[in-house]
């Protein structure tokens, strides 16, 4: 997080497509795209990446010392351009820590939304109390774009998105578990954007399942198995889990189930 109260000269977001953005809008021209990918690597890893390091993430299949070379051009336009965009001639934006050899972002310069998701992360599980951590867990939930540098298909970016897209549903399904005694449509809508996230995770729906069974809604209950079934049939001959099959039986005939839901 930027120190003080002032706001930072880059807003760079990481979960989605990577995009940095000033005060002026979207930073868009002269960038490279390898300037895009090399800033994401360091945004998953806030205490820095050596060059060795970003060169193996980046460009595993050729020469290192020409990943390495490609790499510190892209850095370099990086900060050109950032200076250019931002107005500020001495920012470095991704500084070099000599005594580790690590170049990482400069959290002074730079705000993150993959950061700012997980500090929110950090306040929920030290809350002293449900309001908060429900508070702290729908930032979080809010600042969720999309996958970790969405578009990139190479190994490191895949990786990552599937560690913060697991962090995001363990949210959701945090959330619902705050909201449903009190709120129960509340926490189905927190259940059913997790679907959305990962629509073929049957535990998301069997809790959906759970929840309207509780509420007396078979026609709903009927309505999230049949989602689930079409969401698995596209994906070829795939059919719900006979344990999935069980809690849709247990909300629809509570009593032949000895009452258990």
């Known amino acids: 997080t930027p120190s003080g109260d002032t706001l930072p000269l880059v807003r760079l977001c990481v979960l989605g497509p990577v995009t940095l953005t000033t005060e002026s809008g979207p930073v868009t021209v002269g960038m490279r795209t390898g300037s895009y990918a090399v800033f994401a690597v360091l ?9 060795e390091q970003l060169a193996a993430h980046l460009h595993p299949s050729i020469d290192p010392d020409l990943a390495i070379k490609r790499i ?74 999309g996958d970790f540098a969405e578009g990139d298909d190479r190994v490191w ?16 399904a945090r959330i619902a578990e705050l909201l449903e005694a009190d709120h129960p449509d509340q926490a189905i809508a927190a259940l059913e954007t997790a679907i959305g996230l990962d629509p073929v995770n049957e535990e998301i729906y069997q809790r ?54």
């Open 72 to 145: 510190r051009t892209d850095i370099s336009t990086a900060r050109r351009v950032l200076r250019e965009a931002t107005r500020d001639k001495p920012a470095k934006f991704a500084v070099f820590d000599t005594p580790t050899g690590r170049y990482r972002l400069d959290p002074d310069t730079i705000e993150v939304d993959l950061w700012r998701m997980l500090a929110a992360i950090d306040r929920a599980n030290t809350a002293a109390d449900d309001p908060a951590c429900l508070a702290a867990l729908r930032e979080a939930a809010s600042l969720y774009g």
């Open 208 to 261: 959906i399942m759970r929840i309207q069974g509780r509420q007396h809604r078979p026609d709903a209950v009927r309505r999230t198995l049949r989602q689930l079934e079409a969401r698995l049939a596209d994906l070829g001959d795939a059919e719900p889990s006979e344990a999935t099959r069980r809690v849709a039986e247990r909300q629809l005939h509570p009593a032949a189930a000895g009452g258990r839901r």
């Open 43 to 51: 945004a998953a890893h806030p205490n820095g990446r050596t060059l």
């Open 157 to 172: 970016a895949i990786d990552d998105a599937t560690c913060y897209r697991h962090q995001i549903l363990a949210v959701h």
